[in-house]
């Protein structure tokens, strides 16, 4: 069969599964309210948690670092691509997240494939839940140590993994908040487990920083955990941050490791320097604006609350992220669009992103979103009529 001819035919096949993914344009900047096709709609599906994206500081910060340090870091960090402003929020990330180091990378997904390499081979094992973000999946499968998925947050089952397996080193990973059904992996059990049998914890903390913990450090401040508990932190800068990338803050001999053998660190080009000025003022203010995190968890109760009494059975989740679960994917397709046409944005997460069955909208809030807009949401659920 032609290539082209297979490539036609795998495509199809996806329309027909309900499963085709295609792109919309926003004509306007990210916010709880954006511009598609000349329609204005009220945003539930961004990352943008604490509405940092477009905030007027974070934007002039982003001017004032292109105008002094140019548009692009013009090559990798190991040649001459680490400038001034990385090495400033890299500083500026490790004394927020109690660290002795943190190093940056170019994208989160970046970030999880280099370590998991750099610090696991053949002969190792690395132990993974179910419902890990597909980097840390890839992550690995590139180690090329074995890989055992344990059922999800189930910390029983890992016990029983963790026992079976000797020889090589063993490291345990984790999404801290997990991004299609913002539930929380259970931290300080699997904490215990790695101390219990010499393994290693590494937590992405992708959609838990800037929002858990009064000071916005994420779900390890949740649990009070401490980074003997959990040596391997990474977080992104382009989700409660407001702009891109991503670090691993660690101990000193970890990022020096990372710095010598993590290969999507060393061969790829540092992120702009602007895009680090600009982050060092988001990071100021996800700890200054403690008022973000709080409207935050106040719109969400408002929005179960209203949920509990459409008859919607929601998850536990007490983070920005609610998944209403619908099945299918043709019938979260269609209330998406549903939702469209009253003004609403929210996309349909269909598998492979999450299992079979499991087809659902991803409502996510954020702190500028105001409670009329969250009302709307509930009005346009009961006017959909979707089924809970």
Known sequence: MALIEMLQQNLAQRHAANLYRQRQVLDSPQGVVVEVDGRRYVNFSSNDYLGLANHPEVVRAFRAGAAQWGVGSGAAHLVTGHQAPHHALEEELAEFTGRSRALLFSTGYMANLGVVSALLGRGDTVYEDRLNHASLVDAGLLSRARLRRY??????????????????????????????????????????????????????????????????????????????????????????????????????????????????????????????????????????????????????????????????????????????????????????????????LISAIRPPTVPEGSARLRITFCAEHTEEQVDGLLDALATCRVSP
Request: proline letters at 4%; aromatic letters at 6%.
């Open 151 to 344: 059922r999800h947050t189930d910390a029983t089952q890992l016990h029983e993994q963790l026992a079976q397996v000797c020889g090589g080193n063993k490291l345990i990973v984790t999404d801290g908040v997990f991004s299609m059904d913002g539930d929380l992996a259970p931290l300080p059990k699997l904490a215990h487990l790695a101390l219990q049998h010499g393994a290693w914890l590494m937590v992405d903390d992708a959609h838990g920083l800037g929002v858990l913990d009064k000071m916005g450090r994420g779900s390890l401040a949740h649990y009070q955990l401490n980074s003997t508990q959990v040596p391997v932190l990474m977080g992104t800068l382009g989700k409660a941050f407001g702009t891109f990338g991503a670090f691993v803050a660690g101990s000193e001999e970890l990022i020096e490791t990372l710095i010598q053998q993590a290969r999507s660190y060393i061969y790829t080009t540092a992120l702009p320097p602007a895009v680090a000025e600009a982050t060092r003022t988001s990071l100021r203010l996800v700890q200054a604006e403690s008022w973000r995190r709080e409207k935050l968890l106040s719109l969400v109760t408002r929005f179960r609350t209203g949920a509990a009494q459409l008859g919607h059975n929601l998850p536990v989740s007490e983070t920005p992220i609610q998944p209403l679960l619908l099945g299918d994917a043709a019938n979260a397709l269609q209330v998406s669009q549903r939702l469209r046409e009253a003004g609403i």
